[in-house]
């Protein structure tokens, strides 16, 4: 499904470069849960972000079902990230003045369906993850732990095949973190492929495979 081969990430800070992904070699099959751990500063959402198609390698190929899409302009790569991936940040990114059904339904608008199915999928998604009854609330009428699974319900109403996590339980106390950790872990179950990033090595234990990453190196396939 994921395919990386030797990405490398440079950015031009004028009179340095500073090559923050060093060679990454991954491969991350249909269905699988992986845990991408590693300390603060190591790469992981620059790792994410070239997953999810929201930034491009300086050097190294991405293949995606088989498709090559390192060298796919802005456009294309809007298409894919609107078709097969899903985004679930630290910070919820929920838009203020919009309802939780609302901050759901957004982002479908660019998939082209009617009206009616928009509401349908994100009153769904919300049941999915426990919020049918909050759907009307505004995110400031929500808690912490809530807010994300609002986040969840947006990324999932879309049905996309992968899941990208990058620390979602970063700004949650420890027991909506978990909740949101079971969320997770029952889509993984249902089939999606999911890849989770953080810098929490008990979090990370929750996914079937960890790979660590350090300086922008992956330096170990396994700590299980
Ligand atoms: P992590 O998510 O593991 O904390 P990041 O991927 O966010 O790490 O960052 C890795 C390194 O790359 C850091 O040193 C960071 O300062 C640097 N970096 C990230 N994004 C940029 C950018 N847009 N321009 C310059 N440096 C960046
Ligand atoms: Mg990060």
Redesign the pocket.
Known sequence: MIDLKKITKT?D?GSVQ?E?LRGISLHVDEGEFLAIV?P????????MNMIGCLDTPTTGEYYLDGKEISTYNEKQLSKIRNQKIGFIFQKFNLLPKLSALENVELPLIYRGMTHKERRQRSIDALTKVGLEDRMNHKPTELSGGQQQRVAIARALAGDPPVLLADEPTGNLDSKSGSDVMTLIKQLSKEGKTIVLITHDNEIAMEAKRTIIIKDGMLVNNSIA
């Open positions: 950015y800070m500073v923050v590693g603060s500063g190591s790469g992981k959402s620059t790792l």
